[in-house]
């Protein structure tokens, strides 16, 4: 922590450099020894594969190609994926142009698997976290750069502030750690808040002992309101009095580890799938 250089002026665009465009998240990064450290947070261990979301120009790509590994990158603009092919045409066809939330990957990876990185646009950090999670069973390990705030969030451990949906959510299938602080002055324009890189490794057995979709469901629908207990928060289950007086329905949802909230799926499932909820 504290490693990066915190002050001093950023790096300018140079002649030929991609135009950072703000709707697309684009803060490019300008201190290399942090791509390499991002692209070091890998094992490359049980894949061949690996994903970069939002490459940009680059950057953390030059070090992902010097890992053992076949390297794929998605990228929606346009002329960031020109800047791509003109500087690294050892990619081939392995540019892809697309929006990563709406991609099919199955297209590009079938059934194989494979990790996934990036310094990730903060506009759709969260949305990129869910969709991994879909697609989990082909995705053992998970890395990079988010917004400070979120990536502290989906690591934090129940009992905390800010511990949330996407905590819960993670933790259940991924290890979950918190590396390392990037202060806004390595990135070019540099953004309003510091970022914090994160590693997911998923877990040995990542099948839930419970319905997985009504898991998702309780976990949401407790963050909800997550001020009051359970009790009241999951209402719309319509739960026997027998089961709501059951001790964990006294608790509020940032009281819950994964693992209450797995038990307490298993407790609300009877009732919830013959309701057909
Ligand atoms: C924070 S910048 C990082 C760029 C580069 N990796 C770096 O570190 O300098 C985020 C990148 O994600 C790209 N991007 C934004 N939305 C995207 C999406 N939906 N799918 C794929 N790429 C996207 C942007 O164009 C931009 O290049």
């Known amino acids: 922590m ?54 940009g120009m680059g950057v953390l790509t030059k070090y992902l190609l010097k890992q053992d590994a076949e390297v794929h990158v998605i990228e929606i603009d346009t002329e960031s ?32 698997a494979f990790a996934v990185i990036g310094n990730f646009p903060y506009n759709i950090s969260t949305q990129i976290v869910f969709k991994v999670l879909e697609l989990k069973h082909q995705i053992p390990e998970f890395s990079g750069m988010f917004q400070k705030e979120v990536a502290k969030r989906i690591c934090e451990k129940e009992g905390n502030k ?9 933790q259940a299938f991924y290890e979950a750690e918190y590396l390392f602080t990037v202060p806004p002055s390595v990135f070019n324009p540099p953004p309003k808040v510091d970022s914090g890189v994160l590693r997911l490794t998923r877990k040995e057995d990542f099948s839930l002992p419970c319905d997985e979709k009504l898991f998702f469901r309780v976990v949401k629908t407790a963050f909800q309101q997550r001020r009051k207990t359970l009790r009241n928060s999951l209402k719309s289950f319509d739960l026997p009095d027998n089961l709501r007086e059951d001790i964990i329905f006294g608790k509020r949802p940032e009281q819950l580890g994964f693992r209450e909230f797995i038990d307490l799926t298993l407790k609300i499932q009877p009732y919830a799938i013959s309701n057909q909820q």
């Not at 915190?6 to 002649?15: F, R, S, Y």
């Not at 020109?82 to 066809?93: I, K, N």
């Not at 800010?162 to 993670?170: A, C, D, E, F, K």
């Open 2 to 55: 504290g490693k990066y250089k915190k002050k001093g002026k950023t790096p300018q665009a140079q002649d030929g450099d991609v135009r950072a465009k703000k709707h697309l998240g684009q803060h490019f990064l300008t201190d290399e020894s942090v791509a390499q450290d991002i692209a070091e947070t890998l094992s490359y261990k049980g894949y061949n594969k690996v994903l970069e979301i939002g490459p």
């Open 81 to 112: 994926v020109t800047y791509l092919q003109e500087h690294y045409p050892q990619l081939e066809d392995r540019i892809h142009q697309y929006d990563f939330l709406k991609y099919d990957l199955g297209t590009v990876f079938r059934d194989e």
């Open 162 to 170: 800010t511990y949330g949906i996407l905590s819960v959510l993670v």
